[in-house]
């Protein structure tokens, strides 16, 4: 107020409301506040508020000209004055509005970059103006551009966009979407996809933040996760991971001993997009009660002459582990003259009750000889 970029307005709530309803009826272009107060006094001013009369200050924005923005990724962004409102500062009841409070609160932070997304550009003048009206620097705009949903439309969690809690459960470690983010409207220098936040850090520049929306794609966030659970996290992390979300989001973990629950992770990663998959993927490997899916049933149906001859070559290995097994099924198959896919689906499907599981070698290792031999004997009935 002191230096003319503020005034008091003592204008009630119903005269405005009535001055609004008026102006509609015109149809006047500008519909803010008709700035009746703007030109009086600072005496007459101070004399009204002191005979106990309520008040709000407002902005005094400039009436003509423009006022430029200096935004660092889109240049000089020009807005006329004329279209700029007296923006309330502090109401009636001495509480600031938004526009004060953020920009004092940036102030005495020592704000330098003040880094939002592009909806905010609008107000950039009136910021602008409250800071100079303080006599204060102005801090480097940046606006970033919107972060799009699938459908073109802003990224929102009212729209029902997934939000961070949405993705611990989906089972999406939390280094995949910070890296994935990190790749919204930004690139690495050789344009690298895989990289962590000190990575990015050490590589940041907004010469290379594009202004065109990025479009959040869970499928490439699927895939980009995928490479950190089988490429960049340890297995041993891999499994305390998939551990903590069972507990968390799963039906917690199954009664075996860490030996047994890490093989089965390890044989899992590769087939692994989210923590959440491991779940509904290996029910098989907990219990004797899995479900055989359609395709299981047909390749069982198709091989119920082999299985009796499979058992009985199961049952001869001596020494039980992938690569014994693996040569078991194939003497069985050379002695049949058949090839190695007719003789492996049904033992997958009588083991697991599904074609979609890992190297059948691997498998039949970790769930072990008692296990296999049971599950095949009943396939054979």
């Given at each position: 107020?002191?230096?003319?970029?503020?005034?008091?307005?003592?204008?009630?709530?119903?005269?405005?409301?009535?001055?609004?309803?008026?102006?509609?009826?015109?149809?006047?272009?500008?519909?803010?506040?008709?700035?009746?107060?703007?030109?009086?006094?600072?005496?007459?001013?101070?004399?009204?508020?002191?005979?106990?009369?309520?008040?709000?200050?407002?902005?005094?924005?400039?009436?003509?000209?423009?006022?430029?923005?200096?935004?660092?990724?889109?240049?000089?962004?020009?807005?006329?004055?004329?279209?700029?409102?007296?923006?309330?500062?502090?109401?009636?009841?001495?509480?600031?509005?938004?526009?004060?409070?953020?920009?004092?609160?940036?102030?005495?932070?020592?704000?330098?970059?003040?880094?939002?997304?592009?909806?905010?550009?609008?107000?950039?003048?009136?910021?602008?103006?409250?800071?100079?009206?303080?006599?204060?620097?102005?801090?480097?705009?940046?606006?970033?551009?919107?972060?799009?949903?699938?459908?073109?439309?802003?990224?929102?969690?009212?729209?029902?966009?997934?939000?961070?809690?949405?993705?611990?459960?989906?089972?999406?470690?939390?280094?995949?979407?910070?890296?994935?983010?990190?790749?919204?409207?930004?690139?690495?220098?050789?344009?690298?996809?895989?990289?962590?936040?000190?990575?990015?850090?050490?590589?940041?520049?907004?010469?290379?933040?594009?202004?065109?929306?990025?479009?959040?794609?869970?499928?490439?966030?699927?895939?980009?996760?995928?490479?950190?659970?089988?490429?960049?996290?340890?297995?041993?992390?891999?499994?305390?991971?998939?551990?903590?979300?069972?507990?968390?989001?799963?039906?917690?973990?199954?009664?075996?001993?860490?030996?047994?629950?890490?093989?089965?992770?390890?044989?899992?990663?590769?087939?692994?997009?989210?923590?959440?998959?491991?779940?509904?993927?290996?029910?098989?490997?907990?219990?004797?009660?899995?479900?055989?899916?359609?395709?299981?049933?047909?390749a069982l149906e198709q091989g119920a002459e082999l299985l009796p001859g499979l058992l009985t070559a199961?049952?001869?290995?001596?020494?039980?582990?992938?690569?014994?097994?693996?040569?078991?099924?194939?003497?069985?198959?050379?002695?049949?003259?058949?090839?190695?896919?007719?003789?492996?689906?049904?033992?997958?499907?009588?083991?697991?009750?599904?074609?979609?599981?890992?190297?059948?070698?691997?498998?039949?290792?970790?769930?072990?000889?008692?296990?296999?031999?049971?599950?095949?004997?009943?396939?054979?009935?």
């Amino acid at each position: 107020m002191d230096s003319g970029a503020a005034y008091r307005a003592f204008d009630t709530p119903e005269e405005l409301e009535e001055r609004r309803q008026a102006a509609e009826a015109r149809k006047d272009s500008y519909l803010g506040y008709d700035r009746r107060d703007r030109e009086l006094t600072r005496e007459e001013s101070d004399c009204r508020a002191a005979a106990g009369e309520e008040f709000v200050i407002r902005l005094k924005a400039p009436l003509d000209g423009q006022t430029v923005v200096k935004d660092r990724l889109r240049g000089d962004v020009v807005f006329d004055n004329a279209q700029l409102d007296d923006k309330v500062l502090l109401k009636r009841d001495g509480f600031p509005t938004y526009h004060l409070a953020a920009m004092v609160d940036d102030h005495l932070m020592g704000v330098t970059h003040v880094i939002r997304a592009e909806e905010w550009l609008t107000s950039t003048p009136i910021h602008q103006l409250i800071l100079s009206g303080l006599g204060w620097e102005q801090p480097e705009w940046i606006h970033t551009p919107w972060l799009l949903s699938a459908g073109g439309k802003k990224y929102s969690k009212r729209r029902g966009d997934p939000s961070v809690e949405d993705f611990r459960r989906m089972g999406i470690v939390p280094e995949a979407l910070l890296n994935y983010l990190g790749m919204m409207g930004w690139t690495m220098p050789n344009g690298e996809e895989v990289f962590s936040v000190d990575d990015m850090v050490r590589e940041f520049s907004w010469d290379r933040v594009s202004l065109g929306g990025s479009t959040f794609d869970q499928t490439k966030l699927k895939w980009l996760n995928g490479k950190y659970l089988r490429e960049v996290l340890s297995e041993a992390k891999v499994v305390e991971r998939v551990k903590t979300h069972l507990n968390e989001f799963g039906d917690g973990l199954p009664t075996h001993d860490d030996a047994y629950f890490a093989a089965v992770v390890r044989l899992m990663i590769p087939r692994l997009e989210t923590l959440g998959d491991f779940g509904p993927m290996t029910g098989y490997f907990w219990n004797e009660d899995y479900a055989v899916d359609d395709k299981a049933a047909k390749a069982l149906e198709q091989g119920a002459e082999l299985l009796p001859g499979l058992l009985t070559a199961l049952e001869r290995v001596q020494e039980w582990n992938a690569e014994s097994v693996k040569v078991a099924l194939h003497e069985y198959a050379e002695a049949q003259e058949l090839k190695l896919g007719k003789v492996m689906p049904p033992v997958r499907a009588a083991v697991a009750g599904t074609m979609q599981s890992p190297d059948l070698g691997e498998l039949l290792e970790v769930l072990g000889r008692e296990r296999v031999l049971a599950r095949v004997s009943q396939a054979v009935g």
